[in-house]
């Protein structure tokens, strides 16, 4: 069975840090991966998908940055975070039907 | 616009009553998910459409890509079906983007 697990649970970051999210996919090879955002009470937005290795599109600018170096890892990264970084950031897979990670809870102060 | 609208924004039921949740698109929507979102933020995966009809247990959904909507019946509400449904589409095939729409905040009641 596949599993993704999302790293950290939760962070707390001051403004102006820098920021590092991972996500693993075990059990199925050579996933399609998303990185999505959710704001306190808000729908999912896409932010970055994946469908290779070393291979990252960006939907949406939201000063952040994405990376695949392994064919089941994703990196969600900032040099420089803002307040409106805060949120709860969401890793996900398919192949055809998506499914999501549990989830980062991100506080910028 | 809203790509994906979805409505209502909040529902309160009844336990044991039914309801309908629903979906209308503005894009050429290839295939349809449901999602449930706990109070924690996990989703959990209702239903994967597409163009047609599935139904799992209480709970049946429905995707009419033609008319451009999709539908989450809850039948016989229970307690612990309480949370944010969420539908999401595929914009087109292999477009890798899966549009949601806004939620829908379901409290049942006992």
């Known amino acids: 069975a596949q599993t993704i697990h999302q790293w950290p649970v939760a962070e707390i970051k001051a403004v102006g840090s820098p920021l590092s999210l991972g996500c693993t996919i075990k059990?199925?090879?050579?996933?399609?991966l998303y990185w999505y955002w959710q704001a306190t009470g808000g729908t999912l937005q896409q932010l970055f998908y994946?469908?290779?290795?070393?291979?990252v599109e960006s939907v949406v600018q939201l000063n952040l940055s994405a990376s695949r170096p392994k064919d089941d890892q994703f990196i969600l990264s900032t040099e420089k975070l803002l307040l409106s970084h805060s949120g709860f950031y969401l890793c996900?897979?398919?192949?055809?039907?998506?499914?999501f990670g549990k989830g980062t809870r991100l506080t910028v102060v | 616009g809203d790509k994906v609208k979805q409505s209502p924004s909040a529902l309160s039921l009844q336990e044991g009553t039914n309801s309908a949740l629903r979906c209308n698109f503005s894009i050429a929507a290839t295939t349809v998910q449901w999602f449930l979102q706990n109070p924690r933020g996990s989703l959990m995966n209702l239903f994967y459409l597409v163009p047609g009809t599935k139904e799992n247990g209480r709970l049946k959904s429905a995707f009419d890509s033609k008319e451009s909507y999709s539908t989450l019946h809850i039948r016989d509400a229970q307690l612990e079906d309480s949370g944010t449904y969420f539908c999401?589409?595929?914009?087109?095939?292999?477009?890798?983007?899966?549009?949601f729409g806004s939620g829908t905040q379901l409290t049942v009641m006992p």
């Open positions: 996900a897979w398919s192949t055809r039907e998506v499914f």
């Open positions: 994946s469908i290779t290795v070393g291979q």
């Open positions: 059990g199925k090879s050579s996933p399609n």
């Open positions: 999401a589409a595929e914009a087109s095939s292999g477009s890798w983007q899966l549009i």
